[in-house]
């Protein structure tokens, strides 16, 4: 703190503290959604999956019992696919968004130098 305010009037003018802001904002709000969805989605998938993949063995026997983890696989490499290829896209769209959320900001903070 006393270091932030010891630094000269230069970095305080030129500092990106709306940008700043909305990453920390982003970033918390990213670890939260992470964790509600391994606790309330991934592991229960998994464990029913499990679960079906051994009733379909017991019941049906081997081939049955791999259609129904094959298929899962594929739709798994599919999703994954489907969702890297939109993380390049949405990498551009949050940077654009960190960079007006930045201008507005620092617009309204540093009125004296607009």
């Known amino acids: 703190f006393d270091h932030v305010h010891s630094l000269d009037l230069q970095y305080h ?9 909305r990453v920390l904002e982003r970033g918390s709000r990213s670890i939260s959604y992470t964790l509600n969805a391994m606790v309330f989605n991934t592991i229960p998938t ?16 081997l081939y049955h019992a791999l259609t129904v983890m094959l298929t899962i696989v594929i ?11 939109r993380s390049s896209i949405r990498k551009d769209m949050i940077f654009l968004d960190n960079k007006a959320a930045g201008k507005l900001s620092d617009s309204l903070l540093n009125y004296e130098t607009v």
Not at 13 to 21: M, V
Not at 46 to 61: I, Y
Not at 75 to 85: D, E
């Open 13 to 21: 003018l030129n500092r990106n503290t709306g940008a700043l802001s």
């Open 46 to 61: 998994l464990v029913e999956v499990g679960v079906v993949t051994g009733l379909m063995f017991k019941k049906f026997g």
């Open 75 to 85: 739709y798994s490499a599919y999703t994954i696919f489907i969702t890297q290829w």
